[in-house]
């Protein structure tokens, strides 16, 4: 193959004037000189130097994706008569300005001293390395290793999409490559929340949990990437953990009014899906006691107009083939015929979130500081907590304190606060209320805590000190075989009274444990 390369490329350079390997620019003039011309002379002295180009591309390594353009340039400093030879492993694809390879996406572009060899449409078959010769009596080339980069292609498996197992069984879901090249990366989210394990998202062909419950039910999203564009490719998988009905309510006592309108709303979570049946007292709810409606997994019974006859005891039944489950709420209310009655109707909505509940330790680090954290429960979003603080003994409570709150899922949301500027070994309480689009909530129950140095047995009975004793006179409750044993004690001091009053709780916490 080299030797007719060689054949081919003299053949080349006679038909076009040019002097091969075993011609001299001398010679090939010298047949062909003018003598009666003193313009081009050489004496017996002068010879001519032949000089080889040397290439101003370079080798490289590049990336195509597959349906755009490749374009290989191949030049140098003087081409000077050589000519340039284009291969991809033995095939010559062009010798000179011509072509050799009969292929409508391949031209050669000519430039100076050189040209570039373009590709269009790019295929898979066009990767490879393509080498760019100079005809030199020395072997001169670059080289040009060309990639393409194929689009994924991705498809679920199982191909339906639908995995649907039993509760307590394991789940595998999984996602096939189809096509791809480089291998893209996998990546599993899930749609509109995370993994029931915390997680954004988890890498790998499958994800599998070892024992499914209801809280992995849901869409799953499969993504593959290898860059060849901005925009994956994806697949989905919705996985269908079938279980016994499970009933959340949003209250379990509502105070209304005669006259008002209320809501008894319960959230069923069942698969499959579920029946669900009112019941009022023990009993169906009869045509007229109702409006009964859905929407997803909210079953809603609408009590319009309140009257005696409406107060009672209302349960919400789910039941499918794996079980049944049901919760109560009690709905009250007081019959305003009495003229001492309150003016206003009673300030208490359903739907409003749960109290909030602190989970931090009482005992503060901090000598002038203490940050505050809690968690409260809402169907519906809570937007906003407020909290109030003030030192245990007083009366008048700071101003509200506006804190935003965090999403936890499972209706549950957190919030935390830094008091700063706080007393060094001081008691105080706080207490919060949580805002949906219900309203603001009752304030919690106060929670006490202290900075550090606080006297904590003191700070465990901060009402008793602060609120329930006499100034000289407080009962004092020591655990006696499981029965409260109360002593009247009477101090002349105060100082003396709290001295004896830590005394006896320290007591009473031991005797207790």
């Known amino acids: 193959m080299n030797g007719l390369i060689v054949l081919f490329l003299t053949s080349v350079a006679l038909t076009q004037g040019l002097p091969t390997k075993t011609e001299s620019y001398y010679q090939y003039y010298a047949d062909d000189y003018d003598y009666s011309s003193d313009d081009d002379y050489l004496n017996e002295n002068e010879q001519v130097v032949h000089?080889?180009?040397?290439?101003?591309?370079?080798?490289?390594?590049?990336?195509?994706?597959e349906g755009d353009t490749i374009k290989l340039p191949c030049f140098v400093d003087e081409l000077d008569g050589y000519v340039l030879m284009w291969k991809?492993?033995?095939?010559?694809?062009?010798?000179?300005?011509?072509?050799?390879?009969?292929?409508?996406?391949?031209?050669?572009?000519?430039?100076?001293?050189?040209?570039?060899?373009?590709?269009?449409?790019?295929?898979?078959?066009?990767?490879?390395?393509?080498?760019?010769?100079?005809?030199?009596?020395?072997?001169?080339?670059?080289?040009?290793?060309?990639?393409?980069?194929?689009?994924?292609?991705?498809?679920?498996?199982?191909?339906?999409?639908?995995?649907?197992?039993?509760?307590?069984?394991?789940?595998?879901?999984?996602?096939?490559?189809?096509?791809g090249s480089p291998m893209p990366d996998l990546i599993w989210t899930r749609k509109e929340r995370k993994f029931s394990s915390g997680e954004d998202e988890l890498r790998g062909l499958e994800i599998t949990f070892p024992r499914a419950t209801r809280h992995h039910s849901g869409v799953y999203i499969c993504q593959a990437n290898n860059g060849f564009s901005k925009i994956p490719a994806t697949a989905t998988v919705r996985l269908d953990v079938q279980h016994a009905p499970s009933v959340e309510q949003e209250q379990t006592?509502?105070?209304?009014?005669?006259?008002d309108e209320?809501?008894?709303?319960?959230?069923?979570?069942?698969?499959?899906?579920?029946?669900?049946?009112?019941?009022?007292?023990?009993?169906?709810?009869?045509?007229?006691?109702?409006?009964?409606?859905?929407?997803?997994?909210?079953?809603?019974?609408?009590?319009?107009?309140?009257?005696?006859?409406?107060?009672?005891?209302?349960?919400?039944?789910?039941?499918?083939?794996?079980?049944?489950?049901?919760?109560?709420?009690?709905?009250?209310?007081?019959?305003?015929?009495?003229?001492?009655?309150?003016?206003?109707?009673?300030?208490?909505?359903?739907?409003?979130?749960?109290?909030?509940?602190?989970?931090?330790?009482?005992?503060?680090?901090?000598?002038?500081?203490?940050?505050?954290?809690?968690?409260?429960?809402?169907?519906?979003?809570?937007?906003?907590?407020?909290?109030?603080?003030?030192?245990?003994?007083?009366?008048?409570?700071s101003e509200d304190i506006l804190v935003t709150p965090t999403s936890n899922g499972d209706h549950l949301y957190s919030g935390k606060y830094k008091f700063q500027k706080l007393q060094l070994s001081a008691h105080y309480e706080v207490r919060i209320s949580s805002k949906n689009e219900y309203g603001f909530n009752d304030w919690s129950e106060e929670f006490a805590f202290g900075t550090k140095g606080a006297d904590l047995p003191s700070l465990d009975k901060r009402m008793e000190l602060s609120n329930d004793f006499p100034n000289d006179l407080a009962p004092l409750q020591q655990p006696s075989t499981g029965h409260a044993h109360k002593q009247a004690v009477t101090l002349l001091g105060s100082q003396i009274l709290a001295f004896v009053i830590s005394a006896h709780l320290v007591i009473a916490r031991v005797f207790h444990h």
């Open 262 to 397: 209320t809501e008894v709303v319960c959230i069923v979570h069942a698969s499959p899906k579920a029946k669900v049946e009112w019941f009022k007292n023990g009993q169906l709810l009869k045509l007229g006691e109702g409006i009964v409606s859905h929407r997803n997994n909210r079953h809603t019974l609408l009590l319009p107009g309140i009257t005696q006859s409406t107060f009672g005891t209302y349960s919400c039944r789910a039941t499918n083939r794996f079980g049944s489950d049901e919760r109560t709420t009690q709905v009250s209310g007081e019959h305003d015929d009495d003229t001492n009655a309150l003016e206003e109707p009673f300030d208490i909505t359903p739907g409003l979130a749960s109290s909030a509940s602190v989970k931090t330790s009482p005992y503060g680090e901090e000598k002038s500081g203490y940050k505050v954290e809690w968690v409260a429960e809402s169907i519906t979003p809570i937007t906003a907590f407020k909290l109030q603080y003030r030192p245990v003994g007083t009366s008048s409570w």
């Open 51 to 65: 000089t080889i180009p040397q290439f101003t591309s370079t080798s490289s390594e590049m990336l195509i994706n």
């Open 253 to 259: 006592f509502i105070h209304t009014r005669e006259n």
């Open 88 to 179: 991809k492993k033995n095939d010559i694809i062009s010798l000179g300005g011509q072509m050799m390879k009969k292929d409508a996406r391949i031209q050669l572009v000519e430039g100076k001293n050189g040209n570039t060899l373009v590709i269009s449409l790019a295929e898979v078959e066009d990767e490879g390395e393509y080498q760019c010769q100079l005809s030199a009596n020395q072997l001169m080339e670059i080289r040009h290793n060309v990639k393409i980069r194929v689009k994924p292609m991705i498809r679920p498996n199982p191909t339906n999409g639908l995995v649907v197992v039993y509760e307590g069984e394991p789940a595998t879901l999984g996602c096939e490559i189809l096509k």
